[in-house]
């Protein structure tokens, strides 16, 4: 079946514009997750969702940073004013419920926007 | 601080060498690891976790770890490196839901 989908693949935008990402979870998964992983680095969480609300937003780095998912299925990470120190590759993932202890649920990837902000 | 570090950022190994990648862990963490690769341009793709079963977990593509309480490690080995296994290596773990990743180890395979 078809996996997680990021749109688009790539985006480059200016100093100060707004951007959105979009992610397509697997059919039928409850839980969404975005991370952003900067040049060399390991992949940082973000948000994530189960269902429509935001269950854990701990790591959206400031204000600027909003994502929804208003149907339970799509989400969009919604950036404001952006810097330069935005450009990384923001991947999605989904699963099929929110794990828990032992974590359950696998996490499976999307391949990722890489945003540049010039 | 909850933490995974991994020893290397870059591995290179001959093709039918062995693959040792090293991660250790903080004993805050909790005991659910993973490991994950990245090939250039797709997404992370689990290949092993380790969720306090059997310490010795076997994953994809002939990929295993063991899980060392006594040492905080969580090392990834395969006996025999192919080609195909070049790629970006993240060792994890599991807290409340979100994963947390360690920095990377790129691993290269010399013909």
């Known amino acids: 079946g078809a996996g997680v989908s990021q749109t688009p693949s790539n985006k480059v935008t200016e100093k100060g514009k707004y951007v959105e990402l979009r992610c397509d979870p697997i059919?039928?998964?409850?839980?969404l997750y975005w991370y952003r992983q900067s040049l060399g680095q390991g992949p940082e969480f973000l948000i994530y969702f189960q269902g429509t609300g935001a269950a854990d937003d701990s790591g959206l780095p400031n204000d600027r940073f909003f994502a929804v998912r208003p149907e339970g299925s799509v989400s969009t990470l919604k950036i404001q004013r952006t810097e330069r120190g935005d450009s990384a590759v923001y991947l999605c993932?989904?699963?099929?419920?929110?794990?828990?202890?032992?974590?359950?649920?696998?996490?499976?990837f999307g391949p990722g926007t890489r945003l540049t902000v010039l | 601080a909850q933490s995974v570090t991994q020893l290397g950022s870059h591995v290179s190994v001959s093709e039918g060498a062995l693959v040792l990648l090293r991660c250790n862990y903080s004993s805050s963490v909790p005991p659910y690891l993973f490991w994950y690769v990245q090939y250039p341009n797709q997404g992370l793709q689990l290949l092993l976790k380790y969720t306090s079963a059997a310490t010795l977990v076997k994953g994809i593509n002939g990929f295993e770890a063991e899980f060392k309480k006594s040492e905080t490690s969580f090392h990834l080995t395969k006996p025999s490196a192919h080609m195909s296994d070049a790629a970006e290596y993240f060792c994890a773990y599991s807290s409340a839901s979100k994963i947390i990743f360690g920095s990377g180890t790129r691993l290269s395979i010399r013909p």
């Open positions: 993932a989904s699963s099929e419920g929110t794990s828990g202890s032992p974590p359950v649920y696998t996490q499976y």
């Open positions: 059919s039928g998964h409850t839980a």
